[in-house]
């Protein structure tokens, strides 16, 4: 099957050009100048001809942080793999790497096979896992170099959640220790889940219990304490760190400080970050639920910072941290309680309009959008070269994207399994065209013609930006 796609403009992360693109089954065998000799003739001899003329051709979105069908506070996220790697197809992605969980007192590989069980022929799109550790144990660090060997090469550890997720800093430093002699890199949650459930309670004694008191009882000092706290732990271990959903400013400078030093310290932030602040969560009666995460939504002033760290490299990818949670019946399990409230946001399908919107605003070029959205995070999560670059050898991950259609997002239009939107009413400029997975089309003007069961799983290789 031989495919052309002719007349756009190329948008890599090293920028755009006016190029075509020629596609061999699920291959991609050429970048071409625009109707040079090899693109005609590849052209006369295609199964399909794209006209891409007046269109972006971008790398496939790779979601590096995802959460489907993930039980958690007494529910489940209300994406399957099934509907959430649909609906990410819709908004650009065609690569998800989602979070297995590793329950206590259980190994990572029965928390590795409980998630290829739910993603294995249910996914539209390719994915990969990361492994959530819980337990750190002599027996679970000697498994994260097996897993490593199978393609799951990052580690999440939790300094907030205690009972639940959470690892002491004895754990941590152990599983950084393991990450530096196997090449796995750890991501963090980092906030002071210890201190953070001693406000907590003290805001329920006081009768404090609306959305809102999600936000006040988890605030910045405690995400940048701990962010300090990883990245002096990954410095002790000498192993590279990755700090998930970054929210706060005072984080941020953390991770910049380091950085300075010269220390392999990665961050990544969320959309939610950058376009939603912590006033939503105090929307009247109940309906500050639909904005409950963790990291919690920060100052309107702190959008200002995430972006800059964008453009400097100091935040080096968005991902969503897609945990999708219903209003009814899930968000609303914490009436009464702020804390049994399910936290997560929907956002998997609108990570790359609504980070083309920096585009728009001047915020970041071209090639950094595509860069945080896709290319960077191949090369975090050892995907690139086959993920992240449309470059000869490369897997015909391919997004044709409008870059001046006009809507207005709205949980009426949206793909995921899910009753609202986080960014409902927001009026966004560009749009997603035609999506190929491997070089099938799966998404065509608004229109779903994905298999599931079509997405394949990854195994992934180590970090590229310690190579
Ligand atoms: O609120 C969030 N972020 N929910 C998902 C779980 C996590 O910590 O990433
Ligand atoms: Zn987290
Ligand atoms: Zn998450």
Redesign the pocket.
Known sequence: MKTLISGGTVVNSTGPIAADVLVEDEIIIAVTTSGSSLSVSWGEGADRVIDATGLLVLPGGIDGHT?MEMPFGGTQSADTFETGTRAAAFGGTTTIIDFAIQSKGSTLREGFERWSSKAQGNCFIDYGFHMIMSDVTDSSLKEMDALVSEGISSFKLFMAYPGVFYSTDGDILRAMQQAASNGAMIMM?AENGIAIDVLVAQALARGESDPRYHGATRPAVLEAEATHRAIQLARVANSPLYI??LSATEALGEVVTARDKGQNVFAETCPQYLFLAEDEMARPGFEGAKFV??PPLRPESYQRELWRGLRTDDLSIVST?H?PFCFKEQKELGVGDFSKIP??LPGVEHRMDLIYQGVNRGEISLARWVDVTSTAPARMFGLFPKKGVLAPGADADIVIYDPSDTRTISAKEHHMNVDYSAYEGLPVTGQVKIVLSRGSIIVENGCFVGRPGAGRFLHRGLNAFLE
Do not use: E
Request: charged share 10%; proline share 0%; glycine share 10%.
């Open positions: 959460h949650h998930v959903h995460c963790s941290d945990c936290n997560g």
